[in-house]
């Protein structure tokens, strides 16, 4: 699976998380396939409320400002988007607990280095143990 995004989104991405410092910025990425082996189309961010008790280290989207979203077949969810102000690009424990894990993709953006921040593209499967994969993605024009 391929995951194609501009580089507006990316920017978005970026300001919103920087926005959100020293908490962990959380929201949804909506998009479409564009093709039958699963190559997806990032279209547009929503930025939602990191509601987690621990916001620094945690993220927790509230399930009933995303069932709008999760509900709406002409922008489907295609992601699930957070940043990590002070960790490396990777799944934390927390996050592979994720009881989002049927949204296709998991993206990560780490600020750990401010200069050059980290954006990765995860697929979560849940089975008898959790496990992920690293995507490719692509930042157009």
């Not at 509230?62 to 690009?89: C, Q, R, W």
């Not at 994720?98 to 750990?112: E, K, R």
Request: aromatic share 10%; charged share 15%.
């Amino acid at each position: 699976m391929t995951v194609y995004l501009k580089k507006e989104l990316f920017n978005q991405l970026l300001h919103f998380s920087r926005q959100m410092m020293p908490e962990e910025a959380c929201g949804l990425i909506l998009g479409k396939s564009t093709s039958p082996n699963e190559e997806l189309l990032a279209s547009s961010f929503v930025p939602m409320r990191n509601c987690s008790s621990h916001p620094r280290i945690h993220f927790e989207l509230d399930p009933a400002e995303m069932i709008p979203y999760l509900t709406n077949n002409y922008k489907p969810v295609i992601g699930l988007f957070h940043s990590h102000p002070t960790a490396s690009a990777v799944p934390s424990a927390a996050d592979l607990q994720t009881l989002w894990h049927t949204i296709p993709t998991h993206w990560i953006l780490s600020l750990m280095n401010p200069d050059t921040p980290e954006l990765m593209v995860y697929q979560i499967k849940k089975a008898s143990s959790t496990d992920y994969h690293k995507l490719a993605f692509v930042i157009g024009q």
